[in-house]
Structures are given as C-alpha cells and as structure tokens.
C-alpha cells in the first residue's frame, strides 16, 4: 500500500459533487486506487475509486467535461 498526500489539489467532479482531491492511496494491481477528496458543499471527506472521478479540466484550454457521465451505466 502506498498513501500519496498531494502538494497541490486537484479539483474534481464526484457522484457526491464537486470536490478537491487530497491524497490518493495505492493498494496495489489487484484493488484500484483510492483518492481521498474533500466534498465542496459540505466539507466532507470521502473516498473515491479512480473510476468514480473526473478531473475538471481547464476551460482557457479547450477543456470540457461530460455532465452526463455518473448517469450512464457503467460496462
């Protein structure tokens, strides 16, 4: 297992809303791995499988996010 605490956040879009991630934690090839965030609306600390977040992207980039994506289903 390997704990990574983020120098800089990064800010991100759960099922539970937007948040800032903290720290991720490795547990290895066979689990996937953990990312600790900090819920905006309620300052919440929760955690999140790497498949259940987005990284918002930086608009003056082009960037855009898919709003509709905690609504698929998932394969």
């Known amino acids: 297992m390997h704990i ?5 956040i990064i800010f991100v ?3 539970l809303g937007n948040g800032k991630a903290i720290a991720w934690i490795d547990y ?7 990312w600790k965030v ?3 609306d309620s300052g919440m600390v929760r955690n999140f499988y790497d498949t259940d977040i987005l990284v918002l ?3 003056m ?3 855009n996010i898919d709003h509709n994506y905690f609504k698929k289903p998932k394969t």
């Open 57 to 59: 992207p930086n608009k």
């Open 13 to 15: 879009k759960t099922p």
């Open 28 to 34: 290895g090839t066979e689990i996937n791995t953990v």
């Open 61 to 63: 980039d082009g960037g």
């Open 4 to 8: 990574h605490e983020l120098r800089n």
């Open 38 to 40: 900090v819920l905006h």
